[in-house]
């Protein structure tokens, strides 16, 4: 599938522009069918793009927020996304969205899974909008290098919905979309910023195998075009 570079000079520009992009597309899924969906990727880099976006001018009431993934911890946690969407996302006109978490107080985490499959199930699919992030080691949404469940996740075959991840590198265990829950986004985005980052998308670019750099499975095969907004 194909992939465009959205390069700006400042993360400031970039997330004035990614906000004002998804706007529009969220802005477009609510005039064509009365309701719009978004899915949103954690860690420090969106909070400048949440905030943003939180002010767009939109009927809220008629967008729905969600998550890429989740850790396995309750919303007060400080590594919870769902504490950072609300925090930054959720705000002033935003607030009036509806969320739908992933994170349910379960006795594990496939409990939460499954519950969070059930209650996300009524989301306009494909999504209107996705956002993900990359580590530098390759990994998107909760699709770790190593990961207990990466095939898995990552098959074409698998069905829509929330499933469980772990990995060295993911600290607590996850909770993550399916890459077929993902991959079709009317507006499929990948927000990375720094150089060290740049540069390990080109690597993904290149040669080798999903499973090393898991964002090659959305850079290869996603139904959607990917945007790729970068700053340095």
């Known amino acids: 599938m194909t992939a465009t570079l959205h390069s ?3 993360p400031a520009e970039l997330a004035e ?4 992009t998804v706007a529009a597309t969220l802005s477009a899924g609510i005039s064509d069918n009365g309701a719009a969906s978004i899915a949103l990727s954690g ?5 400048a793009f949440f905030r943003a976006l939180s002010n767009a001018p939109l009927d809220w009431t008629k967008v729905t927020v969600t998550l890429v993934d989740e850790r396995f911890v309750a919303p007060d946690n400080d590594r919870s996304n769902e504490r950072l969407v609300r925090g930054n996302l959720l705000t002033g006109a935003a607030a009036t969205a509806v969320f739908e978490p992933l994170y349910y107080p379960t006795a594990t985490a496939e409990e939460a899974a499954a519950t969070a499959t059930k209650q996300t199930a009524g989301i306009g699919r494909p999504f209107d909008v996705v956002v993900l992030g990359m580590g530098g080691d390759g990994h998107t949404a909760s699709f770790f290098p190593g990961g207990s469940r ?13 499933m469980t991840m772990q990995a060295d590198g993911a600290g607590e265990p996850r909770l993550t979309y399916t890459f077929t829950s993902l991959q079709d986004a009317r507006l499929l985005v990948l927000h990375i910023e720094g150089d060290a980052k740049k540069t390990a998308l080109e690597t993904a670019q290149g040669d080798g195998p999903e499973t090393d750099m898991p964002i090659r499975a959305i850079l290869r095969r996603a139904a959607s075009p990917v945007a790729i907004y970068w700053a340095p």
């Open 43 to 47: 860690g420090s880099t969106p909070k």
């Open 8 to 10: 700006f000079g400042t």
């Open 150 to 162: 990466l095939a898995e996740a990552l098959d074409p075959q698998t069905p829509r919905g929330v």
């Open 17 to 20: 522009n990614l906000a004002k």
